[in-house]
């Protein structure tokens, strides 16, 4: 189905979102934000227009405050382009099952431009009809396509099985990962450990699981697991691209 993609161009003074926001537009949904308000309806009302008249791209500049009466007051440049086909260029998140947690990490990621979502289960079914549009893949032994999966790839770990949970994590250790975190007690972590161990694992390597996800503070929720989830991710990819901004 096509859709418009709208980025944030260029920004001056005080505007909504920063260069490199982006929203995606079809005839009857949006996904993404590039700030909200008028400049976003404005954007939306563009990007269907081009939807109809079959129009490539445009870019426009437009003064918040004289043109729009936003009362931020500085002046954003959009960009409208097609994307049939957008490749993902974020960050690789695997979300390893799509029970009531797996449904709120997605719905919560998945509009977010720093990564790009696969998320796995053993049967259609499983996934909610219609949804945020990822990656999905669909495998009996979810572990086999670890495999697969890019070694700097992060990991949630969150099936509906506790074996199927254990394979991922042996399978997970075995291929390398940049992050992997399982749902979990204290009581399944541990058992998990030694579980792990048995399978020739050492406790350096263990250490790198991170059970359970999200933040404890913010409570047992699936939403609120999935805030902790997504707040975590973004803390760690900022700090990524410090590291590499600055080579150290």
Known sequence: MSRIRISVARTRGSVPREAGAE??????????TIGGGALEWEAMKIARAMLESGAEADER??????AL?????????????????????????WVWGAGHVGRAIVSVLAPLPEVALTWVDV???????GGPEVTRAVAAAPERLMAHAPREARHLVLTHSHEIDLALCHAGLTRGFAELGLIGSATKWARFRSRLAALGHSDAQ??????PIGQPEFGKHPQAIAVGVAARLLSTLEGQERLDDTGT
């Open 23 to 32: 929203m995606l537009v079809w005839a009857d949904r949006t996904e993404g």
């Open 61 to 66: 500049t437009f003064p918040l405050g004289p």
């Open 69 to 93: 009466g936003q009362c931020c007051g500085g002046a954003v440049t959009l960009r409208w382009d097609r994307a049939e086909a957008v490749p993902p260029v974020g960050a690789p998140v």
């Open 123 to 129: 049967s259609e079914d499983r996934f909610p009809v």
């Open 206 to 211: 263990i250490s790198r699981i991170r059970c």
